[in-house]
């Protein structure tokens, strides 16, 4: 059996008994600097334009729909299930198709659009980062296959940073199969090390902060 | 056993193209991550870097127990953790699992354990086609190449030779822009994604207390890999284990800036077992290949088994002056650069390419920029004494060991010592002379001095100044 080799020759290295608790572990360390809601908000715009991104500050829903129906004018989107786009009214916009829960329809139909369109569990401000906690009414494939990618944020869901984050959420595997950091549209420098967006996921991020 | 690859060596320097492509790609990469950790941006560089090693050290010290943990976790996730000896293992299980599923195409997303295993062309060799997603991954497979560098793949390709590969493999018209190559590759594996039965990945990190793996990525092709097919499988390394997801917060904020000058990577996925069944995408089945494969014999050197703490950010190869001007592919395995130069010895031992340790200036660089502190110079140093052991026992060096017997016998004898260096002294001519300009210079000495120059003895050696001295002040 590998898995008795493999253990054995481990516990053998080491000098180990099966069994045997390991000494204790470094603490965790984890730091999360004070910082009010309004410089997140201004931290996480910084940081996700540095990257290329863009961010844009919604006052109020109706401001968030306008902004998300400008952005798709003409063009073709997959909405997610978040109850928070169905109150924006996202999925009422031109365009855009929601509601859709099978897999095989959904990677057709994502395949096929110009944006996706989510929200976000959380956003971290240091690093200009989507958090996806990957669910019913928030699958995989919608920030991941159209060229272009929108989430619209609440801004108190902004976190300073990753410390804060695996904080709130110390076990991934307790709320989803996937948990997914976005930090800025895909790239990659390959070739000659040139910067190219856009490779396999989407050249273009667009977040709205509410 | 294999010797110094002189001839390849030369060729590499001689090569003013491919010198270029090595220094431009490995000093931008030098840059960004020097921007990235300096102290006015990240005061807490050096603090990370100690947790980092700490953690790595803890883990790999009580290994056997994170692993059962990590195996507890996945199984409670619905995941299933399959323990592969090596390569073998590994390959078989795939081709066993995608014979039972009807699978026959698989999507890749890069992965140096299964460039280690050379699992494309196992797969391949079966029938099945076997498709690498990241661009420089893809790049090299279809030109038939190994990775040139651990982060970088095809870090050696400028974008004519890159146009020369897709005009030659995909039939399209020529293209020298390097946006356009990339969305070619873009059009060609998209339908890959679309397609395919079994994606499969490699690890950053296996975290024991979620029973989750780790992997960051900058295209997309790691998430499309793990999320479009109906089967996803991992193959890591046992190395790859971290206690806790609260240590990522670690891990990730070194990997990226290490490895690629940036904070954060712009994909990471925490991915823990098959989608759940409130969930609408993501895979059925999913699988961690856990791949020893020669891990658990550097386990047992106390000192060298920190050899593997190593997260592959490859800041090594872009700072060794080595790496830089002989290239990836003077490596005598696909882990190049300094980590490579202390793995492979230890993997394979060291008298397959006993060369290997000593082709290094021991000058530190990897060690100051390596984000888990792996004291690569000592290793090295360790692995040449390991090498000089057994040509010894062989029979090889006696010349080298009969000089070091002459001179601890020499310095053991004050009195001989001082009439050795006198008459040097006398032979050897006046001060300020070389020993280079000597005739005196032949065999290994002739070589040692060809890249060197050694001073003249002085005329008077210290002992006599001193005697001399208070011979003086006595009188």
């Known amino acids: 059996m590998a898995r008795e080799t493999i253990l054995h020759r481990v516990r053998t290295a080491l000098g180990r008994a099966a069994g045997q608790d390991p000494e204790p572990a470094p603490p965790p360390r984890l730091r999360i600097p004070e910082s009010g809601i309004d410089r997140r908000v201004s931290g996480f715009c910084a940081a996700l334009e540095s990257l290329a991104g863009s961010a844009t500050v919604a006052h109020g829903a109706e401001e968030a729909r306008q902004t998300v129906a400008a952005l798709i004018a003409g063009h073709t989107a997959v909405a997610s299930n978040a109850p928070f786009l169905a109150e924006l009214g996202v999925p009422s916009l031109p365009g855009v198709q929601c509601g859709i829960f099978d897999r095989d329809e959904l990677k057709r139909a994502c395949a096929a659009a110009d944006f996706g369109i989510t929200s976000a569990d959380y956003a971290l401000a240091d690093t200009g980062s989507l958090v996806m906690i990957s669910s019913r009414e928030e699958p995989r494939l919608i920030s991941l296959l159209p060229p272009r990618h929108i989430a619209v944020v609440p801004r108190e869901r902004i976190l300073a940073n990753l410390d804060e984050l695996f904080t709130l959420i110390p076990l991934p595997s307790q709320h989803s199969s996937s948990l997914v950091l976005i930090t800025g549209p895909s790239r990659t420098a390959d070739i000659e090390q040139i910067l190219v967006r856009g490779v396999h996921g989407p050249g273009h991020v667009h977040a709205i902060i509410l | ?475």
Request: hydrophobic share 40%; glycine share 8%; proline share 5%.
């Open chain 2, 1 to 475: 056993m294999s010797e110094l690859p002189e001839q390849a060596i030369h060729a590499a320097l001689a090569d003013s193209r491919l010198q270029e492509a090595i220094y431009t790609a490995t000093g931008r990469l030098v840059d960004k991550r020097k921007a990235v950790t300096s102290p006015e941006v990240l005061p807490d560089y050096q603090e990370l870097r100690t947790q980092a090693h700490e953690i790595k050290k803890h883990t790999i010290e009580n290994l056997d127990y994170y692993l059962e943990l990590f195996e507890r976790h996945l199984t409670a996730n619905g995941g299933k953790l399959v323990w592969c000896r090596d390569g073998t293992e590994v390959a078989d299980f795939i081709l066993s699992l995608a014979k039972q599923r009807g699978a026959r195409l698989i999507v890749k997303s890069k992965s140096m354990t299964t460039e280690e295993i050379e699992l494309n062309e196992r797969l391949e060799h079966h029938g099945l086609e076997a498709v690498e997603t990241d661009l420089g991954e893809y790049i090299l497979q279809l030109a038939h190449e190994r990775p040139y560098h651990i982060v970088a793949p095809a870090l050696h390709k400028t974008r004519y030779d890159v146009a020369d590969i897709f005009t030659e493999k995909l039939g399209v018209q020529r293209e020298v822009v390097i946006e356009q190559q990339t969305l070619i590759a873009r059009r060609v594996l998209r339908e890959k994604f679309l397609a395919a039965d079994i994606g499969i990945s490699g690890a950053n990190f296996l975290v024991a207390d979620s029973g989750s793996v780790a992997i960051v990525e900058n295209e997309g092709n790691a998430r499309l890999s793990t999320t479009a097919p109906k089967i996803h499988i991992a193959v890591a390394g046992i190395e790859k284990l971290i206690p806790r997801a609260q240590d990522l917060a670690v891990f990730l904020k070194l990997l990226g800036r290490s490895a690629t000058g940036q904070p954060l990577t712009v994909y990471t996925s925490i991915l823990s077992g098959p989608r759940r069944s409130t969930e609408v995408d993501g895979p059925d089945e999913f699988y961690v290949l856990l791949m020893d494969n020669g891990r658990t014999k550097l386990l047992a050197d106390s000192q060298k088994r920190q050899s593997l703490y190593c997260i592959r950010c490859g800041a090594c190869l872009n700072i060794c002056p080595v790496y830089r001007k002989i290239g990836g592919h003077n490596y005598p395995w696909v882990y190049s650069g300094p980590i490579g130069a202390i793995i492979t010895p230890q993997f394979h031992g060291v008298m397959d390419d006993p060369w290997l340790p000593f082709a290094s200036s021991l000058c530190g660089a990897c060690a100051e920029v390596c984000p888990v502190k792996i004291d690569l110079p000592q290793i090295l140093l360790d692995l040449r004494a390991e090498v000089n052991k057994a040509k010894l026992r062989e029979g090889k060096n006696r010349l080298e060991k009969l000089a070091f017997r002459l001179w601890a016998w020499l310095m053991q004898h004050p009195k001989l010592y001082e009439f050795a260096g006198a008459s040097g002294a006398g032979l050897l001519g006046e001060e300020g002379r070389w020993l280079s300009q000597v005739p005196l210079a032949v065999g290994p000495v002739k070589a040692w001095l060809s890249e060197r120059e050694l001073p003249a003895p002085a005329p008077k050696s210290f002992r006599r100044l001193w005697r001399e001295r208070r011979a003086g002040r006595g009188a």
